[in-house]
């Protein structure tokens, strides 16, 4: 029989040991995404969808995220509207994937303008059927979330193309994100 000495010590050390370990835990810095240009978390005109009567100048924004785990291979970014009125299956905005993870952001811009893409990056087809960044453009008189979500994953290379639709991305995702970063922005289209 262990002696009520041993067992004290054995439950004290052990409680050191599991203290330290949550104390590591707690101090780990997350994986975080920023959006530049926004006034109070929304988007100006500047980031606005041009067409389907909206008039902003469709200039995707600059998207910055830091701390992705080590074991990151590759990022992938996407805008998406939970808010539009598809009977519940949302808009995709923008994707672009096969970012490298040694990557730290998306220039303001750099939709559509391939040499300010990260080398290798790809932008894929959004729901306005275009391979590059279409931004908010609610119904009238409506205000919208936007979900900025960078994606890390376990894998260099997504098996996509320009062409590839936002659900074969997804598919594409499953099973190979390590941790995820989100930001919510906002935009309200006034009512004319």
Same mark, same amino acid.
């Given at each position: 029989?262990?002696?009520?000495?041993?067992?004290?010590?054995?439950?004290?050390?052990?409680?050191?040991?599991?203290?330290?370990?949550?104390?590591?835990?707690?101090?780990? +810095?997350?994986?975080?995404?920023?959006?530049?240009?926004?006034?109070?978390?929304?988007?100006?005109? +500047?980031?606005?969808?041009?067409?389907?009567?909206?008039?902003?100048?469709?200039?995707?924004?600059?998207?910055?995220?830091?701390?992705?785990?080590?074991?990151?291979?590759?990022?992938?970014?996407?805008?998406?509207?939970?808010?539009?009125?598809?009977?519940?299956?949302?808009?995709?905005?923008?994707?672009?994937?096969?970012?490298?993870?040694?990557?730290?952001?998306?220039?303001?811009?750099?939709?559509?303008?391939?040499?300010?893409?990260?080398?290798?990056?790809? +932008?894929?087809?959004?729901?306005?059927?275009?391979?590059?960044?279409?931004?908010?453009?609610?119904?009238?008189?409506?205000?919208?979330?936007?979900?900025?979500?960078?994606?890390?994953?376990?894998?260099?290379?997504?098996?996509?193309?320009?062409?590839?639709?936002?659900?074969?991305?997804?598919?594409?995702?499953?099973?190979?994100?390590?941790?995820?970063?989100?930001?919510?922005?906002?935009?309200?289209?006034?009512?004319?």
């Amino acid at each position: 029989m262990r002696s009520a000495h041993t067992l004290r010590s054995t439950l004290l050390i052990s409680a050191v040991i599991t203290m330290t370990m949550t104390s590591v835990v707690a101090h780990a +810095e997350p994986f975080t995404v920023k959006v530049g240009n926004l006034a109070h978390g929304r988007f100006a005109n +500047e980031q606005v969808y041009g067409g389907f009567g909206c008039h902003g100048d469709n200039v995707s924004p600059h998207i910055s995220w830091s701390r992705p785990p080590a074991a990151a291979k590759s990022i992938v970014v996407t805008i998406y509207d939970p808010d539009a009125p598809t009977g519940g299956l949302g808009w995709t905005h923008w994707e672009v994937v096969n970012i490298p993870a040694s990557q730290a952001s998306l220039e303001k811009g750099a939709s559509g303008n391939a040499g300010r893409l990260p080398a290798g990056a790809i +932008e894929t087809l959004t729901d306005f059927g275009e391979s590059k960044y279409g931004g908010p453009c609610p119904p009238q008189g409506t205000s919208h979330r936007y979900i900025v979500t960078v994606s890390a994953l376990d894998v260099a290379h997504l098996d996509v193309e320009k062409k590839s639709s936002p659900a074969l991305v997804a598919y594409q995702m499953h099973g190979k994100i390590i941790v995820q970063a989100r930001y919510v922005a906002k935009y309200r289209r006034a009512a004319d």
